[in-house]
């Protein structure tokens, strides 16, 4: 008589492999345990409020400070792909009240840099911009200027409304100047093409829409009406590239923080002649 065998696959044949994908859930959540328990271990307050931020946001970035800023004007160039390094010094005759002067407004602008240090890295459009924004640490102040390439990422031509990108950079800026509490500034510019006869506007008249628009985002983004002390139509008067006046880069918005000391109206006056 023929015998029959049943084959068996090991003890546990009827489990399959559904422990493995338990098992595998399971490190998985322990990694991310581990990883939220070293960042609040590894950080300070600040970090982790902008980290925070992050996560309500979607937003991250990074800057540099080059290293060949003069005595009185410091560039300090948003870019998502370098680390932040700090300012040559200035060895020269200048002396130690004005060298106090311009460490104070370095210290400023690092210390803006470095709470928009998480909004750009995560957010490819918002990173288009930010490659054109440049801060500038001069007598009276912060100089921060988001400068139009004619890629649409500021405005649309002869447009006074700011494109999505450059909300979301203003969006971004408008807690880190509130934290400053300083005066603040903002200037509209247009490149030196004119309207057509007839139209009803002028560049002066789209400056000044263009920098109002940026005041409301600025003012909903957290900084207080009375901060903004000035909103200013600046038109085709103050070209960034003058051999090239209908340039795409004369169109662009610029942010002041004033920081201006007794000390730097004295120098101004008795400087120049």
Known sequence: MARKFKKVDGDHGHHGGAWKVAYADFVTAMMALFMVLWLLAS????????????????????????????????????NSMSAPSPPATDTGSSGSGSAGRDDERIELATE?????????LFDGELAQVM??????????GIVIEAVDT??????????????APLQRFLR??????????????????????PFVG????????LSYQRAAAAREILEASGVPASQ?????????????????PLAPQNRRLSIVVKIVKTGDTKLALTTGK
Not at 151 to 161: M, P, Q, V, Y
Not at 173 to 187: F, K
């Open 43 to 78: 950080t300070d307050a600040k970090s982790r409020k902008e980290i925070s931020n992050y996560f309500r946001t979607g937003l991250v970035a990074q800057v540099e400070i080059p290293s060949d800023g003069s005595p009185n004007t410091t560039s300090v160039f948003m």
């Open 198 to 205: 007839g139209a009803g506007t002028s560049n002066w008249d």
């Open 172 to 193: 971004a800026l408008g807690p880190a100047v509130a934290a400053l509490d300083r005066p603040v500034e903002i200037n509209g510019h247009t490149d030196a093409r």
């Open 131 to 140: 490659a054109n924004v440049h801060v500038q640490v001069k007598p009276e």
């Open 112 to 120: 803006l840099m470095q709470r928009l240090n998480r909004f750009a």
């Open 228 to 244: 903004i002390v000035g909103v200013f139509a600046r038109g085709a008067s103050q070209l960034y590239l003058p051999h090239a």
């Open 150 to 163: 004619g890629k649409g990422l500021l405005f649309d031509l002869a447009s006074a409304r700011l494109n």
